[in-house]
């Protein structure tokens, strides 16, 4: 198969990390692009040219969907859209708009018979000194988990962390020159020490606030995650992440728009050249 | 009108503070009860002689619906389920399933022709003794807020609190014998100092990990929410909130099951007796 000819490629898997998909080749004819914020999402979408899609979601529902071809393949765009609840006119960020916003997404693409073969999360986060993190570094992520589901009883103290190993990206990383790690969700920006306890135990090299939920959803309906995340700000450094968030959200944006459309096309221009990872 | 003709009742609401259902009578013919665990669920569900509804959520949902009528009223009782994407089989407790297994109810109603008119979200609590609150206590919640979603960026922060004034409860709970205040909502069954510090903001009497956001959905819905919730541990007493949850939770189940019904006759009895309030 010629790489440019069809947005084909093999989807390996450690078949013991993601039980419910294990190895098989899979066609690759639509990428749904979970991107929360808008302002994460604008350069991306502009630069792909995807219009919005009227309807795509039910009415009583924030969020926005974008679609367009790159490479012969589909993609949708999906941002979880403005506050109208709690009146803020804030962007949706967290675990429950990611993850009901995502789930209606990957729903709405099998009902209308192209269902999405990949949910490719991107977006900004936090990085890691202790893990050779930097501000503008781009994650390809090997997993998730989250940091702020403290359950103290056996079996839900698991369900709580909720820890997934997902799509294996390191080759692609490197040859792409991205760094690997796992992502940690938590739905503050900031951070207290039992949170970071439990982002040491997770080993963490992103934190976020809505890539665990995002994969809880991709497993729910059997399709392959992959987390693609920038960093804009420093979590065991000395600036508040608010700051240093704000001040690099644009960058780290663009920088987005740059990396998305070449993970886009390796990942359809893949054909399998090994057994266990992209 | 006679009370037990139909399941009519004017629902009154505080204008300012529900803004987007105002003042307006309307005829409650289904009720929606999210009760997250099925042990919290199972005295009310067998005692009101209600039915497993195979298909009634999308085939790769860990949801449960069960239906029957009460008081000439529609009841449909829907619980999280049982985790399987991470293997554990645990409860699906937390804020994620909350909010997508009620999204999901409310549009199925809606798709049915039936939709639901009042979401009254069921289920255990943890208590305060600086509010007065004990083991065994029921609580008709008066509103919402989130104690772990820290976002300290202007707009964000009303944002991730997430505060919504729901349904006023307070002449029911005179009648009934119940308590009233907040409920306070995170992912995690302890607290930390930083999440009392936002569950004293909240002013809250129960602590939970779904109640803001089945309420963030219902307000999306533009449906009533309603919190009826019995204590089970003592937040800021001296005993592990896991080991007195435990310990209390058949118990508290077997509350509901007594409470519910009480509620459920009140609210469709109701025949607008005030101008402000249930």
Redesign the interface.
């Known amino acids: 198969m010629h790489p440019f000819t069809a947005c084909t490629f093999l989807l390996l898997f450690f078949a013991a990390l993601v039980s419910s998909t294990k190895l098989e080749s899979m066609t690759i004819q639509h990428v749904l692009v979970p991107i929360v914020m808008e302002a994460e999402a604008k350069p991306f979408v502009d630069h792909l040219g995807l219009e919005l899609v009227e309807g795509f979601f ?1 009415p ?3 969020f926005l969907a974008y679609q367009g071809e790159h490479h012969n393949c589909k993609v949708t765009v999906v941002t979880m859209g403005k ?1 109208t ?12 708009s990611a ?2 916003g995502t ?1 209606l997404a990957l ?1 709405r693409s099998e009902a209308d018979g192209n269902p999405a073969q990949l949910v490719m999360n991107a977006g900004t986060c936090g990085g890691f000194q202790r893990q050779g993190g930097g501000i503008g570094d781009v994650y390809l992520t090997t997993g998730v988990a ?1 940091h ?6 056996p ?2 103290d ?3 962390i ?3 190993e997902t799509l294996n990206p390191t080759t692609m990383a490197k040859t792409l020159g991205y760094k690997t790690g796992i992502c940690t969700t ?5 951070w ?3 949170d970071d306890e439990f982002m040491k135990d997770n080993n963490a090299s992103c934190k976020d606030m809505e890539a665990a ?1 995002i994969a ?1 959803i991709a ?4 399709v392959p995650y992959l987390g693609v995340k920038v960093v804009t700000d420093i979590v065991d450094g000395p600036h ?1 992440t ?1 700051d240093e ?2 001040e690099n959200l644009h960058s780290a944006a663009k920088s987005l728009q740059d990396a998305l459309p070449k993970v886009l096309e390796y990942v359809t221009d893949k054909t399998g050249q090994s057994d266990q990872e992209l």
């Open positions: 039910p009583h529902t924030p506050d609840v709690y009146g803020t006119g804030m962007d949706n960020v967290g675990t429950t993850a009901l789930f729903s989250h702020d589901r403290r359950i103290p009883i079996g839900f698991v369900y709580g909720g820890k997934l938590g739905n503050s920006l900031d207290v020490e039992k939920s809880w497993k729910m309906h059997d508040p608010q968030f704000l």
